[in-house]
């Protein structure tokens, strides 16, 4: 069981506006995140960006996010929209003495694309790059708010969850899942070599014990999935759905009773096929 490419007819063009733009600029705007996200922001290049996250001490997921090179030296950072004004404050709380400006763009928009969409997306773009998180994901780009792109979604998180993706508010809220729990670390994400981040220590030790409790995998069957709906194997809880569409859906399993599972896996009375995903090559 490995990973899934995102099916053929899943090309796209659209502007995400569940998601939103903080921009921060000044000589310190990299160096004092450096120290607080799981990875990055240094390597942000233009063409380049990176997949992060800001941890509770105790490693549990408060927001993750996507940094991209603002052309002029800063960071724009794509966040979900239902944390930007809080993770706006955490930044602006880490940034201390920092030289860094931050600021809530609400005159730009995220967007994304894949196959033939690509060229309406760059001829739109002020930062656009590959995303981050795994071949098959297409780009992603900050784009004016004034941009004429449209909003349709389906294909976007068809590619996502294909890839093992989650998206939040969607899939979890802060401080419900850890970073493995939703596959951060198979999605380049975390950074164990640097020097240091919140919730390192935690993150850290659970990545050097190995056997990672729960995964978030992706599920395919006949019909829908309804968000909530339990995962099962006989009488053996194994997790829930978190988010899905017609015929797959991503779900948070515990790994050792899928492994030990002697039964079909079943949602709504309905047998599934189960894909975990595995570190990338």
């Given amino acids: 069981m490995g990973h899934i490419e995102a099916m053929s007819d899943t090309g796209f063009l659209t502007r ?3 998601r939103a733009v903080i921009h921060i600029t000044g000589t310190d705007a990299r160096d004092f995140l450096q120290r607080v996200v799981t990875n990055g922001p240094q390597g942000v290049t233009p063409g380049k960006a990176l997949g992060s996250a800001l941890l509770t001490p105790q490693g549990k997921v408060l927001a993750d996010f996507i940094f991209l090179d603002d052309g ?10 239902s944390e930007a004004d809080a993770l706006l404050k955490r930044f602006t709380l880490y940034r201390l003495r920092a030289k860094a400006e931050l600021v809530l763009r609400d005159d730009l928009a995220v967007a994304a694309a894949r196959g033939d969409g690509t060229a309406a997306l760059e001829a739109a773009a002020l930062a656009l790059a590959p995303d981050p998180r795994g071949p098959g994901l297409g780009m992603r780009a900050i784009v ?10 389906s294909g976007y998180f068809a590619a996502n969850a294909a890839a093992y993706v989650t998206e939040m508010p969607l899939d979890y809220g802060p401080t419900e899942v850890f970073s493995t729990d939703v596959n ?25 014990k190995g056997g990672v409790r729960k995964r978030t995998a992706y599920l395919t069957g006949q019909g829908g999935f309804a968000q909530g709906a339990p995962v099962t194997a006989g009488e053996t809880p194994l997790g829930e759905i978190l988010s899905g ?13 899928l492994e030990a599972a002697d039964q079909p ?11 975990l995903p595995s570190a990338p090559s």
């Fill in 16 to 18: 995400l506006s569940h």
């Fill in 72 to 81: 002029e030296g800063g960071l724009f950072v794509d966040v979900p929209r």
């Fill in 245 to 257: 569409g017609q015929g797959f859906a991503l779900a948070l399993l515990r790994v050792d009773r």
């Fill in 144 to 153: 004016p708010a004034t941009a004429e792109i449209g909003e349709d979604t």
């Fill in 184 to 208: 951060h670390d198979l999605l380049h994400m975390i950074d164990y070599k640097k020097g240091c981040f919140v919730g390192q220590e935690v993150a850290s030790r659970m990545h050097r």
């Fill in 265 to 275: 896996v079943m949602v709504d009375g309905q047998p599934v096929t189960v894909n």
